[in-house]
T-cell receptor
Framework: ETGVTQTPRHLVMGMTNKKSLKCEQHLGHNAMYWYKQSAKKPLELMFVYSLEERVENNSVPSRFSPECPNSSHLFLHLHTLQPEDSALYLC?????????????FGPGTRLTVL | DAKTTQPPSMDCAEGRAANLPCNHSTISGNEYVYWYRQIHSQGPQYIIHGLKNNETNEMASLIITEDRKSSTLILPHATLRDTAVYYCIVRVAGGATNKLIFGTGTLLAVQP
């Protein structure tokens, strides 16, 4: 595996379900990000992790719970979601301490909440 | 909030150069200009970035005006596979993370 991978690629869940999105980076980066992209809207930055510590939470509802157990893995735990949470969820990673640390994005998870 | 302004859409004929403009009139001296593109429903792909000087790589060229208030991304020979949304982003150099704040971008449609 190379780059940034995300699983699952597609997910359909009910409002009462609990599910998790997984992101793994194989680039040796030390910062990871979750973005949300709703239909016809710009990408919205949700969470930022640097060296496994959460450094930014952009007013994301508590029904989204991130977890970064190590520098290579990032999870987004989902519970009691709403239909408006249906979106493409993108993970990215970067080498955070240098100006040349271009974020690399995964392919995304297409989430549908019924 | 995004600090860049881009046209919402542009057309380009296949094989011709595509020139995508971006205004960033409030850019600071330590902010880089980044370009990414997103092909439908895929993750954004890095293209190029620069600070003051013009830059070129295997994908594109980036021309930054002397006052740094605007820039142009040039795809020298556009193909149908270059149809995508192109994002121009300004980002502060260094720091603990390299987060990107995306705007609405330019939808480039390459026509056969």
């Amino acid at each position: 595996e190379t780059g940034v991978t995300q699983t699952p690629r597609h997910l359909v869940m009910g409002m009462t379900n609990k599910k998790s999105l997984k992101c793994e980076q194989h680039l040796g980066h030390n910062a990871m990000y979750w973005y949300k992209q709703s239909a016809k809207k710009p990408l919205e930055l949700m969470f930022v992790y640097s060296l496994e510590e959460r450094v930014e939470n952009n007013s994301v509802p508590s029904r989204f719970s991130p977890e970064c157990p190590n520098s290579s893995h990032l999870f987004l735990h989902l519970h009691t979601l709403q239909p408006e949470d249906s979106a493409l969820y993108l993970c990215a990673s970067s080498q955070g301490v240098t100006s040349g640390g271009n974020p690399y994005f995964g392919p995304g998870t297409r989430l549908t909440v019924l | 909030d995004a600090k860049t302004t881009q046209p919402p859409s542009m057309d380009c004929a296949e094989g011709r150069a595509a020139n995508l403009p971006c205004n960033h009139s409030t850019i600071s001296g330590n902010e880089y200009v980044y370009w990414y593109r997103q092909i439908h429903s895929q993750g954004p792909q890095y293209i190029i970035h620069g600070l003051k000087n013009n830059e070129t790589n295997e994908m594109a060229s980036l021309i930054i005006t002397e006052d740094r208030k605007s820039s142009t991304l040039i795809l020298p020979h556009a193909t149908l596979r270059d149809t995508a949304v192109y994002y121009c982003i300004v980002r502060v150099a260094g720091g603990a993370t390299n987060k990107l704040i995306f705007g609405t971008g330019t939808l480039l449609a390459v026509q056969p």
